[in-house]
């Protein structure tokens, strides 16, 4: 798969196969994360790749829509030091790490960190420290479902020159 498909056949998959993923195409998934852009550098991201069915388990019921975690093979954890762009830096991260994912024929979901009110309890769980912010959690598999949801039209979206939607700034 060259690199556009890849962008263009990505979704967020929720069902696995029980099979587990080589820790060697988890450490290369992990490494385009870890190359994502990063303003400044500053590169604020640690990875934290969750194997164990029993803390798979406890991340998973302190989600409040992210129950599929217990049934993936691995769960990377996206953790970032609490700088002025810690979101925008590990949302870059985790989006590398959803594309890698799908390069290597498996399928992964974005579950939401940042913001959640089960944070904490998940950065207590993992161990996490004090300074860090919990950006997100993406189980990963190989793919049992293959969801295909609506998606906005290029059309829609693209505008050249002007923006040329609806609405009015106030
Ligand atoms: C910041 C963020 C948080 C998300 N949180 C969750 C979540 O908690 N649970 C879930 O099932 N999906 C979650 N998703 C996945 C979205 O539901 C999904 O990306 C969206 O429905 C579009 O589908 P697609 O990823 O297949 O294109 C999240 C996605 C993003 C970007």
């Known amino acids: 798969m060259d690199a ?3 962008l263009k056949t990505r979704r967020s998959v929720r069902a696995y196969e029980r099979k587990t993923v080589p820790k060697a195409i988890i450490e290369e998934i992990i ?6 852009a990063s303003a400044n550098n500053a590169q604020p991201w640690e990875f934290l790749v969750v194997t164990d069915p029993d803390m798979l ?3 998973a019921k302190a989600t409040d829509y992210g129950g599929f975690i217990a049934d993936a093979p691995a769960c990377v954890v996206v953790l970032c ?3 002025k762009y810690y979101l925008e830096d590990g949302s870059a991260a985790t989006e ?3 594309l890698a994912a799908r390069a290597h024929g498996l399928g992964s979901c974005c579950v939401a960190g940042d913001k959640k009110p089960y ?6 769980l993992i161990g996490a ?3 860090y912010k919990l950006v997100s959690m993406i189980p990963i598999g190989y793919p049992a479902e293959s969801p295909e949801p609506p998606k906005r039209r290029v059309s829609d979206v693209l505008h050249w020159e002007k923006y040329g939607g609806a609405g009015k700034r106030a």
């Open 96 to 98: 590398n790490i959803l």
């Open 81 to 83: 030091r609490d700088t």
């Open 119 to 124: 944070a904490g309890e998940i950065c207590d």
């Open 129 to 131: 420290p004090a300074n």
């Open 31 to 36: 490494d385009c994360g870890r190359l994502a």
């Open 57 to 59: 388990r406890r991340i």
């Open 4 to 6: 556009i498909e890849v």
